[in-house]
């Protein structure tokens, strides 16, 4: 059984509304509409609090094996992990077969600054493709710049010179650096924030 119809038949059967249904679980009621409409699927720890909420232990519940095989876990870049507890951030598998990247190059970081601001602003998860070292003009890149964790627009220059680019220019002008002066880490593949 579909999760949507899980979803519906548990809160009917719980006397909720979709607004009551939402109060209780701090989600919008447009958005538990879309999961009952099947139009989207919540990420797992949203299903677990809606189950624990409608008590859906006595029901089939979206089973490990859909998540296994519909989502991937996606860990933290290494320099980026402050808390003992690794925490990963889930995707939709097809997405990235949609896009051929491959699980083992990607890993999550977290935006830090305003300098790619309306980008990515500050607090945003990005994911990092780590086998997309070769420049392309115009694309961003997490790369280190002596001890500095950077993300920039990277543009190749003559001899051997990068422009950094910032998404907010009034107040992170351009920099120009060789390119023996950074350590390209990979290029940024996928966002997910609040504007």
Partial sequence: MKFAKQLKNARLAAGLSQKELAQKTSITPSLISRYELGKIVPRLDTVNKIMKILNFQQTETVSSDYYNST???IPPLFNQNTNSEIIYISIVKK???NHNFHIDNLFYATMSGNSMQNLLNDGDKFIIDISKKELVDGKIYAFNHGRLFR???????????IRMKSYNSYEYPDEVVTLSEIELIGQIIYRAGFL
């Fill in 151 to 161: 993300i920039k627009i990277l543009q190749n220059l003559p001899n051997q010179q």
């Fill in 71 to 73: 989502f991937v876990n």
């Fill in 95 to 97: 997405d990235l077969n």
